[in-house]
């Protein structure tokens, strides 16, 4: 069993950044794929940004070029670097993990942290 803890969430300015945590334990990190996704208000959860073991990476497209996504195995944690942060990119932001691969569908995830808010202020 995998658990995951996010930190880092927070008020920000549009424009600024913020980095988020997810502290891994009880399974083998390294053999994991770790994602991030999002929810706002009234809205389904989305796909930000996910990395292999192998640290291929994927992101949405609304993110590309402007979110990081990278891993320190020996640390089991994930990170996510948000950069030139916009309005719309306020959501509860959730950590996810799955066995080896990487998937786009929230629903292919088995393990979950309980969320950190981003809240970007226009």
């Known amino acids: 069993q995998v658990q995951l803890v996010e930190s880092g969430g927070g008020l920000v300015q549009a424009g600024g950044s913020l980095r988020l945590s997810c502290a891994a334990s009880g399974g083998t990190f390294s053999r994991y794929a770790m994602a991030w996704f999002r929810q706002a208000p009234g809205k389904s959860r989305e796909f930000v940004a996910a990395?292999?073991?192998?640290?291929?990476?994927a992101y949405a497209d609304s993110v590309k070029g402007r979110f990081t996504i990278s891993r320190d195995n020996a640390k089991n944690t994930v990170y996510l670097q948000m950069n030139s942060l916009k309005f719309e990119d306020t959501a509860v932001y959730y950590c996810a993990a799955r066995y080896l691969a990487v998937d786009r569908d929230y629903k292919a995830y088995s393990y979950w942290g309980q969320g950190t808010q981003v809240t970007v202020s226009s």
């Open positions: 990395i292999r073991w192998s640290e291929n990476t």
